[in-house]
């Protein structure tokens, strides 16, 4: 079973940035589109942002111009520069890839990472 390892969450300021990084346990062909959700205390979890193998690229929102999304497909390794943080920005980040090019909440799950933004 191919699980997802995250890293690079923490405690930042207001306006800060942070990087989060997600790679497979182990080499595995069978993964598309990766990317990141999150979810804060009370409220549902929500897809931040997605990037297929091909490079399509999609954002909530709420973090479009200031979080980027790339990743390195010979590693299957995704990352998520966060920029200008907001308190609002503070949750449990999750990796998550599928072997489609959706990201439909299926397929592998990171251990989630937090992120907290305060002064």
């Known amino acids: 079973q191919v699980q997802l390892v995250e890293s690079g969450g923490g405690l930042v300021q207001p306006g800060g940035s942070l990087r989060l990084s997600c790679a497979p346990s182990?080499?595995?062909?069978?993964?598309?589109?990766m990317g990141w959700y999150r979810q804060a205390p009370g409220k549902q979890r929500e897809l931040v942002a997605s990037?297929?193998?091909?490079?399509?690229?999609n954002y909530a929102d709420s973090v479009k111009g200031r979080f980027t999304i790339s990743r390195d497909n010979a590693k299957n390794t995704v990352y998520l520069q966060m920029n200008s943080l907001k308190p609002e920005d503070t949750a449990v980040y999750y990796c998550?890839?599928?072997?489609?090019?959706?990201?439909?909440?299926?397929?592998?799950w990171g251990q989630g990472t937090q992120v907290t933004v305060s002064s």
């Open positions: 998550n890839a599928d072997s489609t090019p959706w990201l439909l909440g299926r397929g592998y």
């Open positions: 182990r080499s595995t062909l069978s993964i598309n589109a």
């Open positions: 990037i297929t193998r091909v490079g399509s690229i």
